[in-house]
C-alpha cells in the first residue's frame, strides 16, 4: 500500500520501474506510482493495455495542472482517474478518492469534496460495503443539492438505489432510482437516462413485474445503442436474457448473455465480464451442460478475487457447490460451501435465501463427505 502525502503518492515497492516502460513525474516532483497496481493485480484474464493508456494520459494532464498550479482542474483529473479505475482495480481507485477528497478540502473545492464523497461512496458499494456506501452518498447529495448540481446530485440516487436493490428493499430501490431519471431527463443526460432505465427494469424484474421490466429494458437498450455504449447494451441485454431464461426459452437467453459478455471482454469491463460469465455459468447448469457452467463459474471466482470484490465471491462458491453436487463431487461440494457459508456469515452479503441453500448443502455433504473417506 501507499503512504500518502499532501505532495506526492509514492509506492514503498522498488520494482514498479522494472515494470513501467516509463516513471510517471513532473518538475514538481508529484508521483502517480499506485498506477504500478494495474500490472501486479492482473489475474490473467484481462488486458491492462487500454485501461493503462487512458490513465497514462490522465496522469500526464495531471502532471501539468500540478506544475501549472491549476489545483482545481488537478482535482478533477483525479476524479477522471478514479473512475477509470473503479470498476477493475477499486483498490487503486479508492486510492485516487482519498488523495481527491484532501486535496479538495485544502482549497476548499466544494463540488470536488462532492464529487469525492460520491466516488468513495461508490466503491464502498462496489465492495459490499453498503453502510459506508449510503454514508459517503447522502454527504456528496447534500453537498450537490445545495450547489444546484443537478447531474451529480443524480448520481447520488443512483448510488443509493442500488444499495437498496442490493438489499431487497426494492420499494426504497424504485424511489431513488425514479429520482434520478426524472433529474436526468430534465438535463437531457442521454447516457444516464438509460443507466436509470435499466436499474428500474432491474428491480421491476426482481419484484416479478415482468412486463415493466421489460418496457424499461428495451427503452434502455434504444439509448445505448443511440450513444454506443458497449457496457450498458451489454447490462441491457443480460437482462433480456434473464428474463426468457425465466420462460424456459434458454437457447435465446445464452445468446444474448454471449453478446453481452463478447460486448464487456471488447471494452475489458470486469465487472461486466463478471456479471455475463455467472449468468451464462447458471444457464449452463439448467441445461446439464456441467463442464460449461464450471469454466464459467471458475471464471467467476477468479475475477471476483482479483476484483476483491467479496459478495460475487461468496455467490461463486456457491454455484460452484450446486454444480459439485449436481456431479456428485461430494467432497469439492462440502468445501467449498463450507468456504462460502463462512465468507457469508462474516461479512453478512448474503440473502437469507442464499444462506439456507449453503446450511442445506452442508447437512447433505457431511454424512457423504465422512462416508466417502
Keep these: 500500500m501507499p503512504f500518502v502525502s499532501r505532495q506526492r503518492i509514492c509506492w514503498s515497492n522498488s520494482s514498479f520501474e522494472k515494470l513501467s516502460s516509463r516513471p510517471l513525474r513532473c518538475c514538481t516532483s508529484v508521483w502517480l506510482l499506485p498506477v504500478c497496481i494495474l500490472f501486479w493485480v492482473q489475474s490473467g484474464e484481462l488486458s491492462a493495455q487500454a485501461l493503462k493508456r487512458t490513465v497514462d494520459s490522465l496522469n500526464t494532464a495531471y502532471n501539468q495542472a500540478v506544475t501549472n498550479r491549476n489545483d482545481t482542474l488537478a482535482v478533477l483529473l483525479l476524479n477522471s482517474i478514479t473512475k477509470a479505475l473503479w470498476g477493475t482495480y477499486p483498490d487503486s481507485a479508492m486510492v485516487f478518492a482519498q488523495r481527491m477528497l484532501v486535496d479538495a478540502e485544502r482549497i476548499q473545492f466544494r463540488r470536488g469534496i462532492g464529487l469525492a464523497y460520491n466516488n468513495i461512496g461508490y466503491i464502498h458499494?462496489?465492495?459490499?460495503?453498503?453502510?459506508?456506501?449510503?454514508?459517503?452518498?447522502?454527504?456528496?447529495?447534500?453537498?450537490?443539492?445545495?450547489?444546484?448540481?443537478?447531474?451529480?446530485?443524480?448520481?447520488?440516487?443512483?448510488?443509493?438505489?442500488?444499495?437498496?436493490?442490493?438489499?431487497?428493499?426494492?420499494?426504497?430501490?424504485?424511489?431513488?432510482?425514479?429520482?434520478?431519471?426524472?433529474?436526468?431527463?430534465?438535463?437531457?443526460?442521454?447516457?444516464?437516462?438509460?443507466?436509470?432505465?435499466?436499474?428500474?427494469?432491474?428491480?421491476?424484474?426482481?419484484?416479478?413485474?415482468?412486463?415493466?421490466?421489460?418496457?424499461?429494458?428495451?427503452?434502455?437498450?434504444?439509448?445505448?445503442?443511440?450513444?454506443?455504449?458497449?457496457?450498458?447494451?451489454?447490462?441491457?441485454?443480460?437482462?433480456?436474457?434473464?428474463?426468457?431464461?425465466?420462460?424456459?426459452?434458454?437457447?435465446?437467453?445464452?445468446?444474448?448473455?454471449?453478446?453481452?459478455?463478447?460486448?464487456?471482454?471488447?471494452?475489458?469491463?470486469g465487472m461486466g465480464i463478471l456479471w455475463s460469465s455467472r449468468f451464462i455459468g447458471e444457464l449452463s447448469m439448467l441445461q446439464l451442460n456441467y463442464a460449461r457452467a464450471e469454466k464459467y463459474f471458475l471464471r467467476c471466482l477468479t475475477l471476483s478475487r482479483s476484483l476483491k470484490d467479496r459478495k460475487n465471491e461468496g455467490i461463486a462458491m456457491l454455484n460452484l457447490g450446486r454444480l459439485y453436487n449436481a456431479e456428485r463431487k461430494f467432497p469439492q461440494a462440502f468445501t467449498i460451501s463450507r468456504s462460502a457459508l463462512a465468507l457469508a456469515d462474516s461479512l453478512r452479503v448474503m440473502d437469507d435465501g442464499n444462506r439456507r441453500k449453503l446450511i442445506h448443502y452442508n447437512t447433505l455433504f457431511l454424512p457423504l463427505f465422512l462416508a466417502y473417506f
Design 125 to 269: 458499494r462496489k465492495k459490499s460495503h453498503f453502510d459506508d456506501c449510503l454514508l459517503y452518498s447522502y454527504k456528496a447529495l447534500t453537498i450537490f443539492e445545495a450547489l444546484g448540481d443537478t447531474s451529480s446530485a443524480a448520481w447520488c440516487y443512483h448510488n443509493i438505489g442500488n444499495v437498496h436493490y442490493s438489499r431487497g428493499r426494492f420499494d426504497l430501490a424504485l424511489d431513488n432510482h425514479f429520482k434520478a431519471l426524472r433529474l436526468r431527463e430534465a438535463i437531457n443526460e442521454k447516457a444516464s437516462v438509460a443507466w436509470s432505465l435499466s436499474n428500474i427494469s432491474d428491480v421491476y424484474r426482481d419484484q416479478g413485474s415482468k412486463a415493466q421490466a421489460i418496457e424499461y429494458t428495451q427503452k434502455a437498450i434504444i439509448l445505448f445503442q443511440q450513444i454506443n455504449d458497449a457496457h450498458g447494451a451489454a447490462v441491457a441485454m443480460n437482462g433480456i436474457g434473464v428474463m426468457l431464461q425465466e420462460d424456459g426459452k434458454y437457447d435465446e437467453a445464452l445468446g444474448y448473455f454471449m453478446k453481452a459478455l463478447a460486448l464487456d471482454e471488447a471494452s475489458e469491463h
